[in-house]
């Protein structure tokens, strides 16, 4: 009987502390949901906004907030994108880039054409150029009878994502896509040149030099350098709908002015580069051409991109449009056999259908999340930050996020200087007017929470409102 009592005893303490757990849960969401109302009743009076808080164990809802509204994603709409091409092409899938010849090679001269084919790898670098001139050196070859010609035919022939306006055009964000494209450096600002201005004696014109060098973007020259002191009014562009970059304005001696700007076409940009390459390594300048690789070529070098995983983490940290953009048409080429936007977000739809997202509360009409038109609801892109964590490759995902007040990230568009002191890693989000922040974060219980957080029509910054309520989430619960 003592027995008994003993069991009933421990059986009704297990219960009261069951409940008083329970208790405590409920009212730490009660007390976080009162104060984040508060925050949103204190600052955003005007604009339209869209909030959900998940259980990261379970997915419940805490807390809702026009949960259901569909807001601009702006670079949250990344984390779609992300997940699509690690379930689809694979943490592991790589990007290839061949080179081929047409002809037969007689002493040191090849009877025939040289062509690079692009494969739609967003990581594309002059040095893996430089590797394939490398190998055409090493066969023997100084002087080609043919053209250098370009196969960009892997993804069509659509170059600008829907909703650039032409006035963003030669800005680096805003770069046209091809199947064969190249970055100046390892920032992967995609199908850009950087633009230096130097210059150190008075009443003269200043330098302008293209890194990396190519021949066919000309440049309009209109610089003065004037003295020391004096107000520097560089300006650089490019025309709208050519590659001509005009430089103006008066730059102080000893000075430099660098930016980078996008080409206008992209495949020829980077054939024009590998022509450079090839004249180093001393072999004859050859005309530029675009086509097709034909049947009976000989394949004399492939360049392999890292595995997408990685790749993937800057896509995320450094949040590159352009990169967005070409794995939304490689998913469209790999799945559905066609390099377009329209098949990538075809195909992107699909994966969001079958993974359990309610696609109605998705429209995007491009890769990279800087179209206008776009819109999610935060119920449902915490929904997918949920999903993701059954998923194989979900640390490399949740890797490639931006962390907290961490430091020796990489430079871009990172939390470093946001939260500190709070574990967040989460994507942020901005085109004019939204703002936008959808993660994971800690709270005090040790606990880790879901969040996305959408505004829209702002008219001053919403980042620090954005921030207290993410502080109020790890707070209280």
Same mark, same amino acid.
Do not use: C
């Given at each position: 009987m003592k027995k008994k009592k003993i069991v009933f005893m421990i059986l009704f303490m297990l219960c009261c502390l069951q409940m008083t757990v329970v208790e405590k849960a409920w009212a730490s969401e009660q007390t976080m949901a009162t104060k984040v109302n508060h925050i949103i009743a204190n600052n955003w009076k005007t604009n339209e906004y869209s909030i959900t808080v998940r259980e990261m164990g379970s997915g419940n809802v805490l807390y809702n907030k026009n949960g259901e509204k569909m807001i601009r994603p702006a670079s949250t709409h990344k984390?779609?994108?992300?997940?699509?091409?690690?379930?689809? &092409?694979?943490?592991?899938?790589?990007?290839?880039?061949?080179?081929?010849?047409?002809?037969?090679? +007689?002493?040191?001269?090849?009877?025939?054409?040289? /062509?690079?084919?692009?494969?739609?790898?967003? #990581? !594309?670098?002059?040095v893996h150029l430089d590797s394939f001139a490398n190998g055409l050196k090493k066969m023997g070859i100084r002087k080609i009878t043919?053209?250098?010609?370009?196969?960009?035919?892997?993804?069509?022939?659509d170059r600008l994502s829907k909703g650039i306006v032409p006035q963003d055009e030669p800005l680096s964000y805003a770069s046209r896509i091809s199947a064969l494209t190249i970055s100046p450096n390892n920032q992967y600002d995609i199908a850009t040149v950087q633009v230096k201005v130097t210059g150190s004696?008075?009443?003269?014109?200043?330098?302008?030099? !293209?890194?990396?060098?190519?021949?066919?973007i000309p440049i309009v020259n209109q610089t003065k350098i004037v003295k020391i002191g004096s107000k520097n009014t560089v300006n650089i562009t490019r025309e709208y709908g050519t590659d001509r970059i005009v430089v103006t304005g008066n730059l102080p001696a000893g000075t430099e002015k660098s930016t980078y700007v996008t080409v206008y076409n992209p495949t020829l940009y980077t054939l024009d580069i590998f022509r450079e390459k090839?004249?180093?390594?001393?072999?004859?300048? $050859?005309?530029?051409?675009?086509?097709?690789?034909? +049947?009976n070529?000989? %394949?004399?070098?492939?360049? /392999?991109? #890292?595995?997408?995983?990685?790749?993937?983490?800057?896509?995320?940290?450094?949040?590159?449009?352009?990169m967005g953009e070409m794995l939304t048409k490689q998913i469209g080429r790999e799945v559905l056999s066609e390099g377009s936007w329209a098949a990538g977000i075809q195909a992107i739809r699909a994966y969001g259908f079958d993974s359990g997202l309610n696609m109605d509360q998705w429209y995007f009409e491009d890769g990279s999340g800087l179209n206008s038109q776009?819109?999610?609801?935060? $119920?449902?892109?915490? !929904? &997918?930050? /949920?999903?993701? %964590?059954?998923?194989?490759?979900?640390?490399s995902y949740l890797d490639g996020l931006p962390h907290a007040g961490r430091k020796g990230q990489l430079v871009g568009a990172t939390l470093e200087n946001r939260l500190k002191g709070y574990s967040v890693s989460a994507k942020t989000g901005y085109i004019s007017g939204t703002y936008a922040l959808s993660g994971y974060v800690q709270g005090k219980s040790g606990k880790w929470y879901i969040f996305s957080i959408l505004t829209q029509a702002n008219k001053t910054s919403a980042i620090a409102t954005?921030? +207290?309520?993410v502080k109020q989430i790890a707070n209280e619960m």
């Open positions: 984390l779609l994108v992300s997940a699509a091409a690690l379930d689809l &092409l694979g943490p592991d899938y790589r990007f290839v880039t061949k080179a081929y010849i047409d002809g037969p090679i +007689e002493g040191d001269v090849l009877h025939g054409n040289v /062509y690079l084919q692009g494969g739609g790898d967003p #990581t !594309l670098l002059p043919g053209s250098l010609i370009a196969d960009d035919t892997w993804f069509d022939d004696k008075v009443g003269v014109a200043a330098s302008v030099q !293209l890194a990396p060098y190519a021949s066919t090839l004249m180093a390594k001393d072999i004859q300048k $050859m005309p530029l051409e675009v086509g097709q690789v034909p +049947e070529a000989q %394949r004399v070098g492939v360049s /392999y991109s #890292t595995p997408l995983k990685d790749i993937n983490f800057r896509f995320l940290k450094l949040s590159i449009n352009g776009n819109r999610v609801s935060s $119920m449902q892109e915490s !929904l &997918l930050l /949920y999903k993701v %964590r059954s998923k194989s490759w979900y640390f954005i921030d +207290e309520i």
